[in-house]
């Protein structure tokens, strides 16, 4: 007689199961812990989330007591995949959030202001970093990686900023009313935008080799996710999220609700073969651009996100990084090489653009500051890297590397030059009126 369903799937094994929950706890402790002792420090607190992943990884517990760290983080990859997959649902919620803090109408408002900026700061740091990525040594190129697409790699990752550091930042130091705060933070978006596009088109043809017809297939399909994005994604989200908002209990199905849209878009855009995370990211955008229901909605999730999922994700990243690479005299050249670019061209892309939009010399020099900001968003994209076997450990301590120095160094050079900024009437006009809820990691 036939059985009905699907044969019973086994369970976690023991010792699996109880190393997965010991290795959260100790990361996510370690993470709280260090997180909020960098913002004591007036750091930002992914530097402290990161570092809870070095510590406790090879970079130094693998060092003192190689023991203690292999049977903490046995070279199991079914182990290291089950870790992985729970940070991966922290990263693809984080950038969700990240996208609903877009401000299409600031784009709109300030958009030649913005595409100025944008335009300097986005393509001068790309060309520039693909430049970089044909001369770096040709031990950091991954596995999987031709010194074409790992190029084109490192131009993503010279190119890109942080929008939740930045946001974080203008906020805590009142600037985010300010005219140079609504260009940086408006030029930040695009960048965010631009880099997980071009992100998900590099992703594509590292996966299927470089080609012309690989990328044009990648570009093809890029443009067919914007259109149904703009044109199916963007009713249907509002309508749901209409109707959501009338129901019992609307916070909770709407948690839910954004939760289930945004894993779904990234499933989207997976199945295309681009990156999960153009999908999430998208997604967002549309949900924070459709109305108060859904940035409520996004805000019932959102405490448990950056308290818990992020801050793991963020330590997970951290015990792929192994300081002990940079002792190597070529890597420590290429590392401080690839920062001294990165923070210069992003500076220089920045200034030029906005001098070209009218700023005067102070307020350029603070958007070529602000925007140097990279943080979460380049170790988002340096574990991308790593996972699809562009960069191989020396090179993702480097790009980690420029993703904390870039982030500390961002807020005391954008007070410095803020502060020779006069206020303008407008601005106070603003201030009162502004109301912000940015990521904060």
């Not at 070279?75 to 649902?89: E, K, R, S, Y």
């Not at 595409?115 to 393509?123: E, I, P, R, T, W």
């Not at 991954?142 to 010194?147: K, P, Q, S, T, W």
Request: charged share 10%; glycine share 12%; aromatic share 4%.
């Amino acid at each position: 007689m036939p059985t009905l369903g699907a044969a019973a799937v086994p369970g976690i094994p023991h010792d699996q199961m109880l190393l997965l929950l010991t290795q959260i706890g100790v990361l996510l402790a370690l993470a709280t812990v260090l997180g909020r002792l960098a913002a004591r420090l007036a750091l930002p607190p992914v530097v402290g989330e990161l570092a809870a992943g070095i510590v406790i990884g090879p970079s130094v517990l693998g060092h003192l007591t190689p023991g203690l760290s292999h049977r903490l983080f046995p070279a199991d990859p079914g182990q290291a995949h089950l870790l992985a997959a729970v940070a991966q649902l922290g990263v693809l919620l984080l950038v969700g959030i990240t996208g609903a803090h877009v401000d299409l109408a600031l784009l709109r408002h300030r958009r030649a202001a913005v595409a100025a900026v944008s335009a300097g700061s986005v393509l001068l740091p790309l060309v520039v970093g693909v430049g970089l990525g044909f001369l770096l040594p040709a031990a950091l190129l991954g596995e999987r990686g031709n010194r074409t697409t790992f190029a084109l790699f490192i131009g993503v990752a010279v190119a890109v900023s942080a929008l939740p550091v930045i946001a974080k930042t203008l906020l805590d130091m009142k600037l985010l009313h300010r005219n140079v705060g609504q260009v940086i933070i408006g030029a930040a978006a695009v960048s965010d935008i631009v880099g997980w596009l071009l992100l998900s088109v590099v992703s594509a043809t590292a996966t299927a080799g470089f080609g012309v017809g690989t990328v044009a297939e990648s570009v093809g399909w890029l443009l067919v996710i914007l259109l149904v994005t703009v044109w199916v994604a963007r009713p249907v989200i509002g309508r749901l999220l209409r109707l959501v908002e009338r129901s019992d209990n609307s916070d909770g199905v709407g948690a839910a609700t954004v939760v289930v849209l945004l894993v779904l878009a990234a499933a989207g855009t997976h199945a295309l073969k681009m990156e999960p995370i153009l999908g999430a990211f998208l997604c967002g955008i549309v949900i924070g651009a459709s109305g108060a229901a859904g940035r409520r909605f996004l805000h019932t999730v959102r405490p448990f996100v950056m308290a818990v999922l992020a801050p793991l994700f963020l330590a997970t990243a951290g015990l792929q990084a192994d300081l002990y690479a940079l002792a190597n005299p070529s890597v420590l050249m290429a590392a401080l090489v690839t920062l001294v670019v990165a923070v210069g061209a992003k500076l220089a892309g920045g200034y030029a653009g906005a001098r070209l939009s009218g700023s005067s010399h102070h307020e350029s020099l603070a958007v070529g500051a602000g925007l140097n900001a990279r943080g979460v968003v380049e170790i988002v994209l340096a574990s991308v890297g790593l996972g699809i076997g562009l960069l191989n450990t020396a090179s993702y301590t480097v790009i980690v590397l420029v993703a904390l120095v870039t982030s500390v160094m961002a807020p005391p050079i954008l007070r410095r030059t803020t502060n020779r900024i006069p206020l303008a009437s407008t601005e106070i006009e603003r201030e009162r009126r502004f109301v912000g809820d940015p990521v904060t990691t």
